[in-house]
């Protein structure tokens, strides 16, 4: 028998070896470069029996490969044996360098264990190298790199020549499986980015089709979707606009990526947009047409987010709800309006007024209904009113009877100064209560005084002091009652009386400024409140308004006149909205009582 320390002998193995390795290279899947790692034993080593046992994910080793023997090969491929087990043998037996060989009389402790075996009848040994039956040779498999890490095994049985091997066949076996380890890792590594390569394939394929079904989801959507920025310089800027938003707003797609949605929103509406949150944000506002008017609509905000970068863009619903606020705000107004004269109501006017009120007084002088009871006639010689005489020129009131004088002579003394209120009776000192306000009104009270807090900030109502114009701008109420109205309804029918409510409406409306308030109370009885007015404003505003009642109004090709009563009364903090309208309205019956006792005079 040639021995492998013969040179030609180990040239052939050498030359045999190298085939084998080349071989290995070849494979095109790891399954295959499996079977070729086994096959290249026999073939290259000089064995008859190989198994190549490959590490799983879990620890243990699995039968990946088998050659030699068919039956054996059917028998034990894809069978598992445990990490411990295998542990246990690499620590066992005879070390030769990387290999290990456990002698028959060391290994048959292992016949019982649960690594897969595979053994060959044959005779007894006759020399003392001669192969037994049952020795065992396992060439473990290394990962390359720092870290070695078990990537497999190679088990091999029954040498041709049979002997154990020698210096020579072990240092071929050792080769071998540091081939066959870079082998299979390669071979790992190509499946794994065969597998990735497809997987990304599908991805990309599932990605497209998810792209599309969004694409014709957000061109064809009823309603309007948009896609803006988020961060950077270029915030909120429209990216995209779907069909159904560009014929909302009456804007093409191109101009629409030229604005975000701050420059098409009301500016009465950007503070709402600013407060809505990017991510399941919703908000009710205004956005602009290219025709300059404005619509309004329901935003609802989500984030397409990047899990690499963060959120990346902003995707944004917009639905038409121009209808439903339309029907809202009508529904609103009928609710606070009144709907022969379409003026605000009596609940829309006591709202109005006690925005303005607070609990706590102002600390300047205040006239209450009792004050007024001696009042002189304040609007003085009626006779011009009855019998029709113009009041535009404004003589039936020169002798000091409209609006003027009478109210100043009346009210003298008729105050009292008080310091009771926030700061409690009798509060003198560093905390009198003429202090605590500065006269237009501004609360500056100590901080830490009675009453800080609520109304820290608030500007105060305040009132004139009796009729001389002190400089004092105050919210005026001015109680309208009409003279004639019920003679005109009970004569002419609820019809007339109806369009003569209306058009003194208009009147009324139509004689004061944008910002004033005119309400029907009820019945024939008006409410003008009037902010910023002094005590001669005031009056002068009454008989502009007053003036403008008297012309005769056509109703059916019929003329009729009513007159009008006014009562001047002052909103003031620290009066509730029923004594302000209660002193408005005694103030007017005062007033309609003095001109009652003048035409008798007169008459």
């Not at 190679?154 to 091997?165: E, F, K, L, W, Y």
């Not at 002189?376 to 609006?403: C, K, L, Q």
Request: aromatic residues 8%; proline residues 4%; hydrophobic residues 40%.
């Amino acid at each position: 028998m040639e021995t492998e320390s013969e040179p030609y002998v180990r040239l052939a193995t050498l030359r045999q070896l190298h085939q084998v390795v080349a071989n290995l290279n070849t494979a095109r899947s790891l399954a295959d470069t499996l079977q070729t790692v086994a096959d290249g034993v026999l073939t290259g080593l000089g064995y008859q029996l190989s198994c190549v046992n490959l590490v799983r994910a879990d620890g243990d080793l699995v039968v990946a490969a088998f050659a030699g023997d068919p039956a054996a090969e059917a028998l034990i491929t894809g069978r598992v044996g445990s990490r411990a087990s295998w542990d246990r043998r690499l620590r066992m037996g005879e070390a030769w360098g990387d290999l290990r060989f456990i002698p028959h009389t060391e290994g048959w402790v292992l016949v019982d264990d649960d690594v897969p075996q595979w053994h060959t009848d044959g005779p007894e040994p006759r020399f003392e190298d001669e192969w037994h039956p049952l020795d065992r040779l396992y060439a473990p498999m290394y990962t390359s790199g720092g870290q070695r890490e078990l990537l497999g095994v190679i088990s091999v049985d029954r040498p041709r020549n049979g002997r154990r091997p020698g210096a020579w066949g072990r240092e071929a076996l050792q080769m071998y499986a540091s081939q066959a380890a870079i082998a299979i890792s390669n071979a790992r590594l190509r499946s794994n980015m065969q597998r990735a390569l497809v997987r990304l394939e599908r991805e990309q394929q599932a990605l497209r089709a998810s792209e599309e079904s969004f694409r014709q989801a957000f061109e064809y959507a009823p309603s309007g979707m948009a896609i803006a920025e988020m961060g950077g310089d270029q915030h909120g800027r429209l990216l995209r606009a779907n069909d159904a938003l560009c014929r909302l707003l009456g804007r093409p797609a191109a101009v629409m990526r030229r604005y975000s949605f701050a420059d098409l929103v009301h500016p009465e509406d950007v503070g709402t947009l600013l407060r809505t949150s990017p991510e399941g944000g919703r908000a009710e506002l205004r956005l602009a047409r290219r025709d300059g008017t404005y619509i309004w609509v329901s935003l609802r905000n989500s984030v397409v987010a990047d899990t690499a970068d963060g959120p990346r863009f902003l995707l944004t619903h917009i639905e038409d709800i121009e209808e439903r606020k339309r029907h809202e705000l009508q529904l609103a107004h009928r609710a606070s309006h009144d709907a022969l004269t379409g003026l605000p109501n009596s609940a829309e006017l006591r709202a109005r007024l006690s925005a303005r009120l607070c609990s706590r007084p102002d600390g300047r002088v205040r006239a209450t209904a009792a004050d007024a009871a001696g009042l002189a006639p304040a609007y003085g010689n009626g006779a011009a009113y009855e019998s029709g005489a113009p009041y535009e020129s404004g003589a039936a009131y020169e002798d000091g009877a409209a609006y003027g004088g009478a109210y100043a002579g009346a009210y003298e003394g008729a105050y009292e100064r008080t310091y009771e209120g926030a700061y409690g009776p009798g509060a003198t000192g560093a905390y009198e209560y003429e202090h605590a306000y500065r006269a237009d009104g501004f609360d500056f009270g100590p901080s830490g005084g009675a009453g800080a807090g609520a109304y820290d900030g608030h500007v105060h109502a305040v009132a004139p002091v009796g009729e001389i114009d002190d400089g004092t701008k105050g919210l005026a109420v001015l109680f309208c009652d009409l003279d004639g109205f019920k003679s005109i309804n009970d004569r002419f029918g609820h019809h007339t009386g109806d369009a003569v409510l209306i058009e003194v409406a208009r009147r009324l409306t139509a004689g004061v400024r944008d910002g004033d308030t005119v309400a029907r109370l009820g019945g024939d009885e008006f409410v003008v409140l009037a902010d910023g007015l002094g005590a001669a404003d005031a009056a002068d505003l009454a008989v502009r308004l007053r003036n403008g009642i008297i012309p005769p109004i056509r109703v059916d090709g019929r003329a009729v006149r009513v007159g009008a009563s006014f009562g001047i009364g002052w909103a003031e903090c620290g009066m509730s909205v029923e004594e302000v309208l209660n002193s408005a309205d005694q103030r007017m019956y005062m007033e309609k009582r003095s001109r009652a006792k003048v035409q008798r005079r007169a008459g």
